[in-house]
């Protein structure tokens, strides 16, 4: 079975400053998908980045990036120039890469951003 | 983008009574879906997978008598708590799958239910 594991609880930083989430996952899939959400006060549920575990180079969307270490099952996302409305629950998720597979969500890591 | 609705947003039922929870594809067709149930400042847990036209598959620990999901079109799921109780107080939310995507999944924004 795949497990995701978020060890930060909660997470502070100042705007415009950088911070980075960390996750860890268990599988022993080779070919699948990881995930970073973001749950804003809303509860509406907002992708903010993914990768492809076969693809090598790191994603990136904008002020966001991850680090993937495949061999060490590591997905750490960087938020950088972090700003008020970064102020979320984050979650770190994995799938399979099957049809019809559901996402498996870590504790996540409350992020709050102060001025 | 896709969009995923679902209704009601919040309710309030009293203990004994079953409640329905739709989740709508809105601009796409739907063969999966997902029901997840979130507690107050914790993880989404997934409760069952929906496929459009079989039965749903629960996850371990998950009444089926209880939870009962209806996937009847490409765009319409439905989860009814059947004699609801104060510890079925939750978050639910649903995603659905695109048919024609690989990995991506939307999200409704979630229903709050509160049993009295």
């Known amino acids: 079975a795949q497990t995701v594991t978020q060890s930060q609880p909660e997470m502070s930083v100042q705007e415009a400053e950088t911070v980075t989430l960390s996750c860890t996952y268990d599988?022993?899939?080779?070919?699948?998908?990881l995930f970073w959400y973001k749950q804003p006060p809303s509860r509406q549920m907002i992708l903010v980045i993914r990768q492809e575990a076969y693809k090598q180079q790191n994603a990136t969307e904008n002020r966001f990036s991850v680090n993937f270490q495949k061999a060490a099952k590591s997905f750490s996302l960087k938020i950088s120039d972090s700003q008020l409305g970064d102020t979320a629950m984050y979650f770190c998720a994995f799938m399979k890469h099957q049809a019809g597979t559901a996402l498996i969500f870590g504790k996540g890591t409350t992020l709050s951003v102060s001025s | 983008g896709a969009v995923v609705s679902q209704h009601p947003s919040w309710v309030i039922c009293k203990s004994g009574t079953s409640v329905k929870i739709e989740c709508r594809s809105l601009d796409f067709q739907a063969t999966t879906m997902f029901w997840y149930r979130q507690f107050p400042k914790q993880s989404l847990m997934l409760m069952a997978t929906?496929?459009?036209?079989?039965?749903?598959?629960?996850e371990q620990g998950v009444e089926k008598d209880k939870f009962l999901i209806n996937h009847a079109s490409l765009t319409l799921s439905t989860l009814t708590v059947t004699s609801a109780h104060p510890e079925d107080s939750s978050f639910y939310i649903c995603?659905?799958?695109?048919?024609?995507?690989?990995?991506?999944?939307?999200f409704g924004p979630g229903t709050r239910l509160t049993v009295t």
């Open positions: 599988t022993s899939e080779n070919n699948y998908y």
């Open positions: 995603s659905a799958r695109d048919l024609g995507e690989t990995y991506e999944q939307y």
């Open positions: 929906s496929n459009e036209g079989s039965k749903a598959t629960y």
